[in-house]
């Protein structure tokens, strides 16, 4: 579940001298500190978040961004007086005079419910003998739960091509309702392409802070649209999935695999300039797919889910599609994938198994245009698995049941 760069034996060990922390605003090490250059005037301020991502059962991340160079925390407790601190430690040093924030707070107790909140001193001024703090900002106090590794079911909402348009995050999700869910699973496509910070703090991370992630857990996998533009290699340090780029997690009687599609064109198509390489990436994925489905959690599980962007059918015969269905189609079929969960194709639909091509159900969410766009509701019981499929209008448009 840890899956930023600190070994998580290190931050077990900072968990525990966390109350030793020294609160003094100002650091001085040196008879030399005085020589610092003039500090810059900056306000310090919040720009996104907090939004949760990978929540496990005795963990959970938790992500912002502040406008300064900070050194950050999370204070949390099982009430709203909060009472303990975690913060991120890498390599001996405590992440700081950063502003793309992670903390990983680790050692919580399965299925219970915990108050956070997010705070980050400003750095106004590091030189190498003297630090010089400057404004502390906080948000205000949220919950969350850790997973409950005993629970029957799990519920969660789909979303994808969203293809930036913020507004479709509020729009969608509201659509569930007051129905209970564990998480949101961006399948995809929310960006047409990569520019800079901004787009992901507008685009994405503040309508889903505001619509759902203080509270709830999301996970994302990339589209074919994620790949490209300039800020395509910069994307992955904004978001923490339960093991990199393309994973599995488990929960309930769920055992869900993310696959990372790639391009929908070939590597060497002129418009990639020579600079992807998707096909080695999909080979590796089928490898390591293999491997999940092999696992005595994922055979052992009432229901193998795969959520990825582009399916292994009905998306035409583009390079992505063909080779997702030659590498992936057979292993789903193998090892007895009960339910593929797709975007891509701009076209909603509910496509069940056919003899002869695919063993298993394809759920194809639809967008990024009003009228086309879909929230996909996943519900799974010991008795079955339920899927969900509404317009934007709220009119439910597909349905799948898995007994
Ligand atoms: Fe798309």
Redesign the pocket.
Known sequence: MSTSNTPPGNRREFLGTLTKLTALSTIGFSPFAGLAAPLKKQTNSLSAGPYLQAVGPTSMSIRWITAAPSYSWVEFGETAELGQKAHAVTDGLVDAYNRVQEVLVEELIPGKTYFYRIVSKEIMDFQPYKLVYGETIQSEVYTLATVNPMATELNWLVL??I?DRPDSFNELVQLNGADPYDFVFLN??MFDHQTDEQQIIDHLLTPCTNTFATKKPFLFVR???ETRGKYARQLKDYFTNPGGQFFSFEGGPVFAIALDTGEDKPDNAEVYAGIVDFDQYRRRQAVWLEKQLQSKAARKAKYRVVMM?IPTFYSGDWHGTMHCRELFSPLFDKYKVDLVIS??T?KYGVHPPVEGQHNYPIIIGG??KEGKRTLIKVKATQKELNVWMLNDDGTEVGRYIIS
């Open positions: 994808n091509d293809h995809g496509d589209g074919n649209h962007h975007g891509h701009h967008g990024p």
